[in-house]
């Protein structure tokens, strides 16, 4: 079946960094969603991306639709503790209303 | 802005017993989804619904079923939970639309099975 791999799998960065992570994906996908889960909550929506090259930002975070649509990007500028937490990507290809989540990145954020 | 409640947040229960985790959203959404998933881990979608009276089976084999008579409410039961049924269990929800229309998640139901 489909698979989402998210690179790094963790990180530890200093508070102040920038921080990268990426999606790939075996197909394409018409969408790509970003989320933040805290500990014991459910995933928060961060970013929706629709079209391929799209870029969108919303406070600190910029995400990316890649061009061949089979990969995302998100970028988190001058990490803050609040940022500690899992990112995942979700994708949705076309004809179905279903998302596939990938394996998730883990931030933690170094005081 | 959507509004998705689950309840309970964390149930502890013996084996063989029978469970309903709820799951209400307030925005009429048609379509709802229940996710499991394991702490630290990846989401993986067992039940879907697109609208009343319709659900389907998700990516992940799931011994739980659900039910869908009102738009608001999509709650999913263990007739006999066991402990391999401990994990965590997220509802979503999202709106009918062309094009992705993003998903909205509940806290979460925490389910421990002893």
């Known amino acids: 079946g489909q698979q989402l791999n998210q690179s790094p799998q963790s990180m530890f960065i200093q508070e102040g960094e920038d921080v990268s992570m990426n999606c790939t994906s075996s197909?394409?996908?018409?969408?790509w969603l970003w989320y933040k889960q805290d500990p014991g909550e459910g995933p928060v929506l961060l970013i929706a991306l629709y079209k391929a090259g799209e870029l969108t930002s919303n406070g600190r975070l910029t995400a990316q639709f890649g061009i061949t649509r089979k990969d995302s990007f998100l970028n988190i500028s001058a990490s803050i503790p609040s940022d500690v937490g899992i990112y995942f990507c979700a994708g949705q290809s076309s004809g179905t209303y279903k998302y596939i989540f990938g394996t998730g990145t883990r931030l933690k954020v170094l005081a | 802005e959507a509004d998705i409640y689950q309840t309970p947040r964390y149930l502890v229960i013996g084996t063989g017993k029978k469970i309903t985790l709820e799951c209400s959203q307030t925005m009429g959404h048609d379509k709802m989804y229940w996710y499991q998933q394991d702490p630290g881990m990846e989401l993986h979608l067992i039940h879907y619904?697109?609208?009343?009276?319709?659900?389907e089976k998700g990516d992940l084999s799931s011994e739980s079923t659900v039910s869908r008579i009102r738009t608001e409410h999509f709650p999913l039961t263990l007739e006999s939970a066991r402990p391999s049924h401990t994990s965590q269990y997220l509802c979503?929800?999202?709106?009918?639309?062309?094009?992705?229309?993003?998903?909205?998640f509940g806290d979460g139901t925490r389910l421990s099975i002893l």
């Open positions: 979503a929800s999202s709106e009918t639309g062309t094009g992705g229309q993003p998903q909205h």
């Open positions: 619904s697109y609208g009343v009276n319709s659900t």
């Open positions: 197909s394409i996908f018409n969408t």
